[in-house]
C-alpha cells in the first residue's frame, strides 16, 4: 500500500523536528507552540489565536462591571470565616 501525500509530508517533517532543550513526550518545550511557528496557523503546525469583534465604549464598561461585580461576590464567598 502506498502511503498518502499526508503521510509523507509527516514523515519527512519528524525527520527534521528538533525539539527544544526542556521538551518532553508532552510538550514541544517552552512555550505553547513549537519554535518557530508562533505566528502560524493551526494547519501549519501553529496555535490558534481567537479573534473577537470589536466593543463600543458602552459594551465594555457593562462587561468590565459585571467582571469586578463577580470578582467582589467571588472574594465575599471565599473570605475565612469567624474562627
Known amino acids: 500500500m502506498r502511503?498518502?501525500?499526508y503521510a509523507e509530508n509527516m514523515r519527512q517533517q519528524a525527520k527534521e523536528f528538533r525539539p527544544g532543550p526542556d521538551a518532553s513526550e508532552?510538550?514541544?518545550?517552552?512555550?505553547?507552540?513549537p519554535p518557530g511557528l508562533e505566528d502560524a496557523p493551526?494547519?501549519?503546525?501553529?496555535r490558534y489565536h481567537g479573534k473577537?469583534?470589536?466593543l463600543d465604549s458602552e459594551?465594555?464598561?457593562?462587561l468590565r462591571s459585571v467582571a469586578d461585580e463577580l470578582a467582589q461576590r467571588?472574594?465575599?464567598r471565599n473570605r475565612p470565616g469567624p474562627s
Request: hydrophobic share 25%.
Open 26 to 33: 508532552m510538550s514541544w518545550g517552552t512555550g505553547l507552540t
Open 74 to 76: 467571588r472574594a465575599l
Open 59 to 62: 459594551t465594555a464598561d457593562g
Open 3 to 5: 502511503p498518502t501525500p
Open 42 to 46: 493551526p494547519s501549519e503546525g501553529g
Open 52 to 54: 473577537a469583534p470589536k
